[in-house]
């Protein structure tokens, strides 16, 4: 159990990849707090990997909030008493063509993706780096590398 005695943040937690790698932390040994915006999900996300002996938090958190970080390192080190290790995972996708996307629908893209990663790295690294260390993780996709169809603003 390599992380045994560490607690990790998974944003974009309650399926998907978020939820795979919460899984893949809990197995080893991590406590896990789970956070999306969809409460339910994450919820039910919580209950199944508890059932599996993991100790797992949840934080349901929209990242894009400015005080999303805060919210997310407090909730973590309530629930476990430390916090070493972040995964930013949140992210949102639409598929349409360029030029067919409202600022709006830009905006809301960017502001997830991107600067909600920004907000809960920040939050935690300060906390990391008061209190000797630890390692963010931002997942990322190919589409930053080679666009696909359709998602320039996931992609961007």
Do not use: C
């Not at 990790?8 to 998907?16: D, F, H, K, Q, S």
């Not at 790698?21 to 994450?42: H, K, N, P």
């Amino acid at each position: 159990m390599r992380l045994q005695g560490k607690s990790a943040i998974v944003t974009g937690a309650a399926r998907g990849i978020g939820l795979a790698i919460a899984s893949a932390y809990a197995r080893e040994g991590a406590a896990v707090l789970l956070a999306d915006i969809d409460s339910t999900s994450v919820a039910a996300a919580a209950d199944a990997l508890r059932r599996g002996g993991a100790r797992i938090a949840t934080a349901t958190v929209d990242v894009s909030r400015p005080e999303a970080g805060d919210h997310l390192v407090r909730a973590a080190t309530d629930a476990f008493g430390r916090l070493d290790l972040l995964v930013n995972n949140a992210g949102i996708a639409m598929r349409k063509p360029f030029l067919d996307f409202t600022l709006e629908e830009w905006q809301r893209i960017m502001s997830i993706n991107l600067t909600g990663a920004f907000i809960v790295a920040q939050a935690a690294t300060r906390h990391m780096v008061a209190h000797g260390g630890g390692a963010v993780v931002n997942i990322t996709s190919t589409s930053g590398e080679r666009g696909n169809g359709g998602t320039a603003a996931y992609g961007a």
